[in-house]
């Protein structure tokens, strides 16, 4: 049973667009939520986190929203430049003194000069 | 800081071998979270250590699998006897307690033949 589940396994979009990459959830005990971002042949980079008690965190080009009661997320990439093409993993936590994360699959986002 | 380190990056080995992955994670972090990534199932905990002291490892696939944490700067997950069914990506990735960003290291790929 996935309890953290990314439905687009890939995405395109041209140079200086918007990238929007979503997420869902189904566990209600998550309240803690993170996108990494991961190129070929390395480990997953942290990418920007949100927690519960917030509905948006902007960091530079990326924004990320949360919607409790849909339990949904989104990682919005502005202006989208070529070395955004990366896999890109949402992670969620239930907190606490658990610090482990599940993750979802992945969407591959290739950004096309 | 050089990271997480994991060695070897490739392994390949036959089928009913000890495979044994080796992970440093960074100093002064104190947690410690082994991943296996396959196309099925994307990323999987299999096993998480906090202060040296295994914490979760219901993500352990069956007894084949070990992990030890004998100090804070280092790690092991063995497999024996191996299986083909093992072939994946395994990560490693550390953190001081109180943050989510996990750093991870660049991965082990083991293809099991």
């Known amino acids: 049973d996935q309890q953290v589940k990314q439905n687009s396994p890939s995405l395109s979009v041209q140079e200086g667009r918007i990238s929007i990459l979503n997420c869902d959830y189904t566990?209600?005990?998550?309240?803690?939520f993170l996108w990494y971002k991961k190129y070929p042949a390395e480990g997953p980079t942290f990418l920007i986190s949100?927690?519960?008690?917030?509905d948006k965190n902007e960091d530079g080009r990326f924004t990320v929203f949360l919607n409790k009661s849909a339990k949904h997320l989104s990682l919005h990439i502005v202006p989208s430049q070529p070395g955004d093409s990366a896999v890109y993993f949402c992670?969620?936590?239930?907190?606490?003194?658990?610090?482990?994360?599940?993750f979802g699959k992945g969407t591959l986002l290739t950004v096309n000069p | 800081d050089a990271g997480v380190i994991q060695s070897p990056r490739h392994e390949v080995t036959e089928m009913g071998q000890e495979v044994t992955l080796r992970c440093k994670p960074i100093?002064?972090?104190?947690?410690l979270f082994w991943y296996r990534q396959t196309m099925m199932r994307g990323l999987e905990l299999l096993i998480y250590?906090?202060?040296?002291?295994?914490?979760?490892d219901s993500g352990m696939p069956e007894d084949r699998f070990s992990a030890k944490m004998p100090n804070a700067s280092f790690s092991t997950l063995k497999i024996q006897p191996s299986e083909p069914r093992d072939s994946a990506v395994y990560f490693c990735?550390?953190?001081?307690?109180?943050?989510?960003?996990?750093?991870f290291g660049s991965g082990t790929r083991l293809t099991v033949v």
């Open positions: 992670a969620a936590s239930a907190g606490g003194s658990n610090y482990k994360l599940t």
């Open positions: 949100i927690s519960s008690i917030k």
């Open positions: 250590f906090n202060n040296n002291v295994p914490i979760d």
């Open positions: 990735a550390s953190i001081l307690t109180g943050d989510y960003g996990y750093t």
């Open positions: 100093s002064g972090h104190n947690s």
């Open positions: 566990n209600s005990m998550f309240d803690y």
